[in-house]
Nanobody
Framework: QVQLVESGGGSVQAGGSLRLSCTASGYTSSSNCMGWFRQAPGKEPEGVATIFTGGGNTYYADSVKGRFTISQDNAKNLVYLQMNSLKPEDTAMYYC??????????????????WGQGTQVTVSS
């Protein structure tokens, strides 16, 4: 059973930064991508960033390229999302997730993967 626990959300002003962390346990080789997706009220889920745990390749949504950075610490089963230059439109619940890379990239978000409980990010203007 894969378990994912997020931390690091909060409220910031536009232009600020936050770092999200995700601790994974029970991780299996069937989920070779880890990362983050977000969902704002009334909107569809959006894949934000993902990293291939085996090689470190990263993928980002166009909306966050150049502002967000995903990284991992395999030894500690941690995945991070550094979010800089935050905008009000980044406000959402952010979920850590694990899924097959092929599925994630095809669906644009980890629809069939494992998700954490989520952490709220609120950016005020």
């Amino acid at each position: 059973q894969v378990q994912l626990v997020e931390s690091g959300g909060g409220s910031v002003q536009a232009g600020g930064s936050l770092r999200l962390s995700c601790t994974a346990s029970g991780y299996t080789s069937s989920s070779n991508c880890m990362g983050w997706f977000r969902q704002a009220p009334g909107k569809e889920p959006e894949g934000v960033a993902t990293i291939f745990t085996g090689g470190g390749n990263t993928y980002y949504a166009d909306s966050v390229k150049g502002r967000f950075t995903i990284s991992q610490d395999n030894a500690k089963n941690l995945v991070y999302l550094q979010m800089n230059s935050l905008k009000p439109e980044d406000t959402a619940m952010y979920y850590c997730a694990a899924d097959l890379c092929g599925s994630w990239l095809e669906e644009k978000w980890p629809r069939g993967g494992h998700w954490g409980q989520g952490t709220q990010v609120t950016v005020s203007s």
